[in-house]
T-cell receptor, first 111, second 119 residues
Framework: GNSVTQMEGPVTLSEEAFLTINCTYTATGYPSLFWYVQYPGEGLQLLLKATKADDKGSNKGFEATYRKETTSFHLEKGSVQVSDSAVYFCALRSNDYKLSFGAGTTVTVRA | GAGVSQSPRYKVAKRGQDVALRCDPISGHVSLFWYQQALGQGPEFLTYFQNEAQLDKSGLPSDRFFAERPEGSVSTLKIQRTQQEDSAVYLC?????????????????FGPGTRLTVL
């Protein structure tokens, strides 16, 4: 079956530090890959996505590249801000609708 | 409202009680999904509707869980005889397209969730 494994948290960083959250997956076929973010007190929001191998998704300074050879979709941001404090979820969709999520990584950015 | 809404936002139930959780999807969205998110975990798929048809209920954990979307818009997730292990956040999501539609129409928009606590 499909599964997503992401780096365990919590992760605590200082402002302007570099952030990486590792994500690897197991899936049949050619899944689409996603990062969702959940800010405190809010619902899940799509952060970025990639639908085929070597695609790079980007948004709000975050990037992730779909690596089929390593079955990975690691999230990166070069300079984090306090406002980036949130829980980040890696997810895949291998059919038209069902999302499979990782366990989430809590990121706290200190001023 | 522009987004997916859910009610109630918080629900406390005594073990054995029945509960009903409501989801109002984005207007015009064909597809509707329910997910269950246990504490410290990612969301787990429960069920999928395309309009009023429930096309996939493979994620429902037991026959105590029942979902409906009778008119193809609002959906209700019902849990009968609640147990402590049912405590979780229940998320609803909707998307514009139907299964098989072009992928660009299939982004899922999530509601804020209902936090269910069973005592």
């Amino acid at each position: 079956g499909n599964s997503v494994t992401q780096m365990e948290g919590p992760v605590t960083l200082s402002e302007e530090a570099f952030l990486t959250i590792n994500c690897t997956y197991t899936a049949t076929g050619y899944p689409s890959l996603f990062w969702y973010v959940q800010y405190p007190g809010e619902g899940l929001q799509l952060l970025l996505k990639a639908t085929k191998a070597d695609d790079k998704g980007s948004n709000k300074g975050f990037e992730a590249t779909y690596r089929k050879e390593t079955t990975s979709f690691h999230l990166e941001k070069g300079s984090v801000q306090v406002s980036d404090s949130a829980v980040y979820f890696c997810a895949l969709r291998s059919n038209d609708y069902k999302l499979s999520f990782g366990a989430g990584t809590t990121v706290t950015v200190r001023a | 409202g522009a987004g997916v809404s859910q009610s109630p936002r918080y629900k406390v139930a005594k073990r054995g009680q029945d509960v009903a959780l409501r989801c109002d999807p984005i207007s015009g969205h064909v597809s509707l999904f329910w997910y269950q998110q246990a504490l410290g975990q990612g969301p787990e798929f429960l069920t999928y509707f395309q309009n009023e048809a429930q096309l996939d209920k493979s994620g429902l954990p037991s026959d105590r869980f029942f979902a409906e979307r009778p008119e193809g818009s609002v959906s209700t997730l019902k849990i009968q005889r609640t147990q402590q292990e049912d405590s979780a956040v229940y998320l609803c999501a909707s998307s514009l397209g139907a299964s098989g539609f072009e992928r660009s129409y299939n982004e899922q928009f999530f509601g804020p969730g209902t936090r269910l606590t069973v005592l």
